[in-house]
Each structure stands twice: as structure tokens, then as C-alpha cells.
């Protein structure tokens, strides 16, 4: 899965030289952190390669993934990958996060990712340091 940090180091190992590819299970996330080139593929978190003992489905997983480093050429950009973890999406509905105040809920509850930083308080924000050393600040930006 291709987290906000994964991403900025995929981007300072590309700034160095070195080819990346992110692959992701969570669309949202990745196309907030904006890897230079990512696969999707529309499976539960966890699942990432394909299915456990599925070698057949793993390989063409890994090969699909590999073929993207030609295909992508343009900064940011994922390819989804075209396997279907189920006949149906009905699957999502188990894995969802349900409403606090309904446990029966299956809706998705889970807030959109944004491109820009978030704080949880103001202060945080203030205390921000974007000539921080130790941090890759894409645009100027701390994350």
C-alpha cells in the first residue's frame, strides 16, 4: 500500500535516480500522495499481490505491475490493474468501516484523503518546520 510516507520516499528515490512503482489496494490515498507511478488494484487492504496461495493470479499481478514502468509516462499516474477479487462488489461491504452509531451499517465512513497537509490542532500547524532536514517537502509544503 502506497501510505503518504511511501510516496515521499518514492519521490526522493526517484529525485536520486531510481525507478519506483507503488502498488496500492486504496485508490483515494495514493491519488492524494501522488507516487511518481503506481498501480491500483481494487482488492481488499492486505491483498495488494493478489490472493493467498493464488500463484498463478500473483504472477500475472507482478508481471501486469513491472509492464506498468513502461506504460506510465506521465508523473502521478496509476494504472488500474484489471482483475476482480469477486464476481460482484458486494465484497466491500464487509470490510467498510461501519457508522459508530449503528453497527449494522455497512456504509463507508472513512474521510477523503487530501493532497495538502492536515493538523489536528492549530499549534501543530505553527510548530511545522518545512526546512526540516530529515523531511522531503514536495512544492514547499510540510507533510
Known amino acids: 500500500m502506497c501510505h503518504q510516507s511511501v510516496g515521499l520516499i518514492a519521490r526522493a ?3 536520486a535516480g531510481i525507478a519506483t512503482l507503488c502498488m496500492s489496494s486504496a485508490y ?8 511518481p507511478r503506481a498501480v491500483f488494484l481494487d482488492f481488499p487492504l492486505g ?3 493478489g490472493r493467498p496461495d493464488q500463484y498463478d493470479e500473483q504472477c500475472a499481478i507482478a508481471a501486469q505491475t513491472l509492464e506498468a514502468f513502461e506504460e506510465i509516462d506521465q508523473s502521478g499516474a496509476i494504472k488500474t490493474l484489471p482483475f476482480n477479487w469477486a ?3 458486494t465484497w466491500k461491504d464487509s470490510v467498510m468501516q461501519v ?6 451499517s455497512t456504509a463507508d465512513f472513512r474521510l477523503e484523503r487530501l493532497a495538502t497537509p492536515q493538523y489536528q490542532l492549530e499549534s501543530d500547524a505553527e510548530v511545522a518546520d518545512e526546512h526540516c532536514t530529515t523531511c522531503f517537502f514536495p512544492s514547499g509544503s510540510v507533510v
Open 28 to 35: 483515494s490515498i495514493t491519488r492524494a500522495v501522488q507516487p
Open 13 to 15: 528515490l526517484e529525485a
Open 99 to 104: 457508522a459508530p452509531n449503528n453497527p449494522s
Open 47 to 49: 491483498h495488494t499481490s
Open 87 to 89: 464476481n460482484d462488489e
